[in-house]
């Protein structure tokens, strides 16, 4: 009985997910970390070409990591990493989604509420 009741426990707050909005604090935390994160030149918005380098690099860490993954051991011989030849559709539709004014450049406000992160969204007061 005390393991279907912890079961049944378990199957209702799905895995990874707060049952409660993001503090205010911790949201403003997520997006100033992202924007950093996206805005490799520091000037204060993320470009195109920005967001096209970020996911060329995710992409070639991704390659990498699947490279290594396919090594039995450390001493075998590392096969060739092949980065996909990735076209910039999907950072460019990414870009556009986010670039609300369509000026070119993502702010950290247009970041925001791309990511849901915008305190309203949140419920946070």
């Avoid at 950093?36 to 690099?57: P, Q």
């Avoid at 060739?80 to 460019?92: H, I, L, N, Y």
């Avoid at 556009?96 to 369509?102: H, V």
């Amino acid at each position: 009985m005390l393991i279907a009741l912890t079961l049944l426990a378990l199957q209702a707050q799905p895995v990874g997910v707060a049952p409660d909005p993001l503090p205010k604090a911790e949201a403003e935390r997520r997006v100033a970390e992202r924007f950093a994160d996206l805005d490799l030149n520091e000037d204060g918005s993320v470009e195109r070409d920005e967001v096209r380098a970020r996911f060329d690099f995710d992409a070639s860490a991704e390659a990498t990591y699947q490279a290594s993954r396919q090594s039995k051991k450390a001493s075998d011989p590392r096969p060739e990493v092949r980065s996909p030849a990735m076209g910039w559709a999907k950072a460019d539709a990414w870009f556009a989604a986010a670039d609300k004014d369509g000026d070119g450049k993502v702010t950290r406000a247009e970041l925001s509420a791309h990511l849901g992160a915008d305190v309203e969204q949140l419920g946070v007061e």
